[in-house]
């Protein structure tokens, strides 16, 4: 498949999202179970280490009601782990993403993703690609045309973090004709369009990864 570019964006190919872990079978509950708990830091609101203004993030900074689903230790798709690696093949190590990561490969943009300097991913989870139904994700997976402009819509060509999503409130995505990313709350609360992070200031070697409840759909805060 031919890789897709962006327009107006300084990036050669567009950007995908990648799901670097944080999802769990239950889309949103803060209360589901976890067979190994994460640290402590990872359960709480965002602390404040990426001072520098420049959207990194480091394992510190990890928060929200799904972070206890990440593998631990040094384990494929853990925080150590994935830290050091480019984003989709981040992505790639976790088992628990493998709607997101079929997303990125159908669209051909596994090479791109990683070649990428500073990226903001909004990432849905498992579930949330299930909730589009095995027969539509399907379909998308085998039209990467029609798939490309979800995935750039969930994807900014700045890097973030958490403080700093809340500073700027509204975004624009890779697909610029898809309409604003509106933030909104803060900590555990955040959203982005409505769709409530999961498992935010996620650290790759390129990108700050938020993990979120719902596919965010192109258009919807068009004016």
């Known amino acids: 498949m031919s890789k897709l570019r962006v327009a107006g964006i300084g990036f050669t190919a567009v950007a995908a999202l990648a799901l670097t872990a944080c999802s769990s079978n239950d889309t949103a509950s803060s209360g589901s179970s976890s067979s190994a708990p994460a640290p402590s830091s990872s359960m709480s609101a965002p602390m404040s280490s990426a ?26 798709g853990s925080l150590d782990s994935m830290g050091p690696q480019p ?15 079929a997303a990125v490969k159908a669209t051909d943009l596994v090479d791109t993703l990683n070649s990428q300097q500073a990226i903001t991913v909004f990432a849905p989870a498992d579930p949330a690609f299930a909730a589009l139904g095995d027969a539509k994700f399907n379909e998308l997976a085998g039209k990467p045309d029609q798939l490309a402009p979800i995935l750039q819509y969930h994807v900014v060509g700045k890097r973030y973090d958490a403080k700093g999503l809340e500073s700027a409130k509204s975004l624009e995505s890779l697909n610029t004709a898809g309409g604003p990313l509106k933030i909104e709350g803060s ?22 990864v938020f993990v979120i409840d719902k596919v965010l759909t192109p258009g919807t805060n068009k004016n």
């Open 51 to 76: 001072a520098s203004g420049d959207g990194v993030t480091t394992n510190a900074d990890v928060f929200g009601p799904a972070c206890s689903q990440l593998p631990q230790g040094s384990a494929p």
């Open 187 to 208: 900590g555990d609360n955040l959203t982005v369009n409505g769709a409530k992070v999961l498992c935010g200031n996620i650290p790759t070697k390129n990108a700050t």
């Open 87 to 101: 984003v989709a093949s981040a992505a790639s190590t976790n088992p628990l993403l493998t709607k997101l990561v």
